[in-house]
């Protein structure tokens, strides 16, 4: 896919708005889960992007037990905005941008250039 479908663009530059109790439930525990942020749409249109990197990650070529327990839980690829020009839309999302400063008054955003 090299362009989100209209209606995935637009679920992504919908406002974002935080469910009552979210914020309490971050600042208590630390994170917050949050259902139905995006439409499955959207969910599917980078599922398999998503998928894809994952299976092509250098970190799963390592044998699961010369992980870390972390590296057995978690595949991490870093700027995927810059390497697949698709992800762009997700990762500089509106809705997900409002929901990150709804969620915490001092929020930093980092850039890694």
Not at 39 to 53: G, L, Q, R, Y
Request: aromatic share 6%; glycine share 4%; proline share 5%.
């Amino acid at each position: 896919m090299t362009t989100l479908p209209s209606a995935v663009a637009a679920d992504l530059a919908a406002p974002g708005v935080l469910e009552d109790g979210v914020v309490t439930a971050f600042e208590r525990d630390g994170f917050a889960r949050l259902s139905g942020v995006v439409d499955a749409a959207t969910v599917a249109a980078f599922a398999p992007i998503v998928a894809d990197v994952a299976a092509e990650s250098a970190q799963t070529k390592i044998p699961p037990q010369q992980r870390s327990v972390y590296q057995r839980a978690f595949v991490q690829e870093v700027n995927l905005w810059q390497r697949i020009a698709v992800m762009r839309p997700l990762v500089f999302s509106t809705k997900l941008a409002q929901l990150a400063a709804a969620a915490h008054e001092d929020l930093r955003v980092a850039a890694d250039d």
